[in-house]
């Protein structure tokens, strides 16, 4: 099992010294270093439920359905093990703290293996970025395990911060940390044999390669898997789930702050597909864990939609370890890793403990990590605006213009138009027929860039809302009711160093920095929970009727999500894979 016997590269103790007391413990015949008694065994292959006691050498259980001594002895009387829950697609900065604060703030939620994607802080700072997260991920107590970014930027039609070909990514390959290459989002690229992308895919054939194709059906998805790609967080339908399982993808359920896939796709999780079935969050931030809770909110709402039991937790854990080539966990049994949580209940998966690694998780393990500087300090490079930089020119060979519709708990966003008014200042916001303008700004201190267009859907009466956290470049996205609260709004971003902002009526009425990257704050995730309770209700003061509507913003400028995206070099229509013949272009401007 290769993921054990990194773990004791790294060991101060011989392979040979620890694996002799394994045995010996596992035999009954030495102590283990902890036992957990009396605990109710779920057997997430067969579902059976055994009351016995667990016993744990190392970072490896020894020994279970017998009684065993042990150095240290936790009371699982009453309780349930199950193993350690395994998030197989996220992108941390996303969760808007540190990978630090996110171990402590995901940990107690059973979560002991995250798979990340840190291609948010590669689209700002490039491998540096990812060097970030490596580092990060040899000292957290969570196992942090990485995919290499695989579009950095996600498309030629946007300005990022940073680029990635193959030769960048060829150094972190050999890393203990990393699994493969990432969600390859560029599907078009694919299809069309872009010579990047297909250079990307040729260095990882016969590795792991994440898939990412939101409603590719057909000869189309054929042709995207013939490329080796093997899983797909981006299904939002059970039929379209269904191909893809068909064709050998693995799926993976995705629940997180705003794409809300689970629902959809629960009916295809059951006793024939657990195996090739697996959950993730992708973008879940502290508010809403504090609120809801993390994997663990994903399991107690399977199991409440009537999925089997036993079949759930499996794809929480041994089918998602499998699925990511994690050969050395998944299970409670002797010989896997000792990541373990301890439920008060099966049905309501309420987490009481978790083992990680062999040990149990305390405020004094987080303690004990070294610290890793942050990176991406200063990174805001965008120049101050006005409300001028939003006008919006009307066309005179047409009388409508188009306009992003916005609709909850989904990241695709569909075509839509309006008819709006014309005035001194151009094409006018419609509140009333929930028509806000929408503007993308160049961050990066490239060429800056704004691109304008008109989104529905946020249900703004007034004001306005400013992100730098604007998938996947990373740009400020704004929307807003009023040219001058959304210069206000996005004014007091730039200054912030990034984060989020709400203004009212000419006045900053919210905000949270994020000055790592723009990306993450440098506070512990309990502050982040409450600003962003902060600004929620300022926004909803303002008539948003999104459930969660600053990463909704985010996903407005996500040029390989369709339908319908805005840029900072325009408005750009995902399904042609090229710009609308928009009001705000330079036809004579194309994609770096």
């Given at each position: 099992?290769?993921?054990?016997?990194?773990?004791?590269?790294?060991?101060?103790?011989?392979?040979?010294?620890?694996?002799?007391?394994?045995?010996?413990?596992?035999?009954?015949?030495?102590?283990?270093?902890?036992?957990?008694?009396?605990?109710?065994?779920?057997?997430?292959?067969?579902?059976a439920v055994t009351q016995t006691d667990i016993a744990i050498v190392g970072d490896r259980i020894v020994g279970t359905h017998a009684r065993y001594e042990g150095a240290t002895v936790i009371d699982g009387a009453g309780r349930f093990a199950v193993p350690g829950f395994i998030d197989t697609h996220l992108h941390i900065e996303s969760s808007l703290v540190t990978p630090f604060e996110f171990d402590r703030c995901v940990l107690p939620h059973g979560v002991t293996t995250a798979i990340c994607d840190p291609h948010e802080i590669a689209n700002v700072l490039g491998a540096d970025g990812i060097r970030y997260f490596l580092d990060c991920a040899e000292r957290t107590v969570m196992d942090i395990r990485v995919n290499l970014s695989s579009c950095v930027p996600a498309t030629g039609f946007e300005t990022s911060g940073a680029a990635l070909e193959i030769g960048d990514l060829e150094p972190f390959r050999r890393h203990p940390k990393v699994i493969g290459l990432a969600e390859m989002m560029n599907f078009p690229g694919v299809l069309?044999?872009?010579?990047?992308?297909?250079?990307?895919?040729?260095?990882?054939?016969?590795?792991?390669?994440?898939?990412?194709?939101?409603?590719?059906?057909?000869t189309a998805l054929n042709g995207y898997l013939s490329a080796a790609i093997r899983t797909d967080h981006e299904a939002t339908?059970?039929?379209?789930?269904?191909?893809?399982?068909a064709k050998g993808m693995a799926i993976l359920i995705r629940e997180g702050s705003v794409s809300k896939d689970l629902n959809a796709l629960?009916?295809?999780?059951?006793?024939?597909?657990?195996?090739?079935?697996?959950?993730?969050?992708?973008?879940?931030?502290?508010?809403?864990?504090a609120e809801e809770g993390h994997l663990d909110s994903s399991i107690r709402r399977l199991i409440a939609m009537g999925r089997p039991l036993h079949h759930v937790y499996r794809a929480a854990s041994h089918s998602a370890a499998r699925i990511f080539g994690l050969g050395d966990r998944g299970l409670v049994a002797p010989g896997w890793r000792a990541d373990i949580a301890l439920l008060d209940s099966l049905e309501d998966c309420r987490v009481s403990d978790v083992i990680a690694g062999g040990r149990r998780v305390t405020a004094e393990r987080f303690a004990e990590?070294?610290?890793?500087?942050?990176?991406?300090?200063?990174?805001?490079?965008?120049?101050?605006?006005?409300?001028?930089?939003?006008?919006?020119?009307?066309?005179?060979?047409?009388?409508?213009?188009?306009?992003?519709?916005?609709?909850?708990?989904?990241?695709i966003t569909f075509s839509d138009s309006a008819m709006l008014a014309t005035g001194e200042r151009g094409l006018q916001a419609?509140?009333?027929?929930?028509?806000?303008?929408?503007?993308?700004?160049e961050r990066h201190g490239k060429n800056g860039n704004i691109g304008r267009s008109f989104v529905r859907g946020f249900g703004l009466a007034r004001g306005a809302i400013a992100s730098s956290v604007g998938h996947d470049s990373h740009n400020i996205t704004a929307i807003g009711a009023t040219d001058a609260d959304m210069a206000v709004a996005v004014n007091r971003l730039i200054e912030?160093?990034?984060?989020?902002?709400?203004?009212?009526?000419?006045?900053?009425?919210?905000?949270?920095?994020?000055?790592?990257?723009?990306?993450?704050?440098?506070?512990?995730?309990?502050?982040?929970?409450?600003?962003?309770?902060?600004?929620?209700?300022?926004?909803?003061?303002?008539?948003?009727?999104?459930?969660?509507?600053?990463l909704q913003v985010a996903f407005l400028a996500l040029p390989?999500?369709?339908?319908?995206?805005?840029?900072?070099?325009?408005?750009?229509?995902?399904?042609?894979?090229?710009?609308?013949?928009?009001?705000?272009r330079d036809p004579d401007a194309g994609p770096d």
């Amino acid at each position: 099992m290769p993921g054990i016997a990194q773990s004791w590269n790294r060991r101060s103790v011989t392979t040979a010294d620890l694996l002799t007391r394994m045995i010996m413990a596992g035999q009954g015949k030495e102590p283990a270093d902890l036992v957990i008694a009396d605990v109710n065994l779920l057997d997430v292959i067969t579902g059976a439920v055994t009351q016995t006691d667990i016993a744990i050498v190392g970072d490896r259980i020894v020994g279970t359905h017998a009684r065993y001594e042990g150095a240290t002895v936790i009371d699982g009387a009453g309780r349930f093990a199950v193993p350690g829950f395994i998030d197989t697609h996220l992108h941390i900065e996303s969760s808007l703290v540190t990978p630090f604060e996110f171990d402590r703030c995901v940990l107690p939620h059973g979560v002991t293996t995250a798979i990340c994607d840190p291609h948010e802080i590669a689209n700002v700072l490039g491998a540096d970025g990812i060097r970030y997260f490596l580092d990060c991920a040899e000292r957290t107590v969570m196992d942090i395990r990485v995919n290499l970014s695989s579009c950095v930027p996600a498309t030629g039609f946007e300005t990022s911060g940073a680029a990635l070909e193959i030769g960048d990514l060829e150094p972190f390959r050999r890393h203990p940390k990393v699994i493969g290459l990432a969600e390859m989002m560029n599907f078009p690229g694919v299809l069309g044999g872009d010579p990047g992308i297909v250079a990307k895919l040729v260095a990882f054939q016969g590795g792991h390669i994440d898939g990412h194709a939101p409603l590719l059906r057909g000869t189309a998805l054929n042709g995207y898997l013939s490329a080796a790609i093997r899983t797909d967080h981006e299904a939002t339908s059970a039929a379209e789930a269904r191909e893809k399982l068909a064709k050998g993808m693995a799926i993976l359920i995705r629940e997180g702050s705003v794409s809300k896939d689970l629902n959809a796709l629960a009916e295809v999780l059951d006793e024939n597909t657990s195996s090739f079935v697996a959950l993730c969050t992708d973008d879940r931030n502290p508010l809403d864990i504090a609120e809801e809770g993390h994997l663990d909110s994903s399991i107690r709402r399977l199991i409440a939609m009537g999925r089997p039991l036993h079949h759930v937790y499996r794809a929480a854990s041994h089918s998602a370890a499998r699925i990511f080539g994690l050969g050395d966990r998944g299970l409670v049994a002797p010989g896997w890793r000792a990541d373990i949580a301890l439920l008060d209940s099966l049905e309501d998966c309420r987490v009481s403990d978790v083992i990680a690694g062999g040990r149990r998780v305390t405020a004094e393990r987080f303690a004990e990590r070294r610290p890793v500087e942050p990176v991406g300090l200063g990174s805001m490079k965008a120049r101050p605006v006005s409300p001028d930089d939003f006008i919006v020119e009307a066309r005179a060979d047409r009388n409508w213009t188009p306009v992003i519709g916005v609709k909850p708990g989904l990241i695709i966003t569909f075509s839509d138009s309006a008819m709006l008014a014309t005035g001194e200042r151009g094409l006018q916001a419609d509140v009333s027929a929930d028509a806000l303008k929408v503007a993308v700004i160049e961050r990066h201190g490239k060429n800056g860039n704004i691109g304008r267009s008109f989104v529905r859907g946020f249900g703004l009466a007034r004001g306005a809302i400013a992100s730098s956290v604007g998938h996947d470049s990373h740009n400020i996205t704004a929307i807003g009711a009023t040219d001058a609260d959304m210069a206000v709004a996005v004014n007091r971003l730039i200054e912030l160093g990034g984060g989020f902002v709400v203004a009212d009526g000419g006045v900053v009425a919210a905000e949270l920095a994020l000055p790592i990257a723009g990306l993450m704050s440098d506070k512990p995730f309990e502050a982040i929970s409450h600003d962003l309770h902060r600004l929620r209700e300022a926004a909803y003061a303002l008539g948003c009727v999104l459930p969660e509507p600053f990463l909704q913003v985010a996903f407005l400028a996500l040029p390989v999500i369709p339908h319908l995206k805005m840029t900072d070099r325009g408005l750009f229509d995902v399904d042609r894979f090229d710009f609308v013949d928009a009001i705000d272009r330079d036809p004579d401007a194309g994609p770096d």
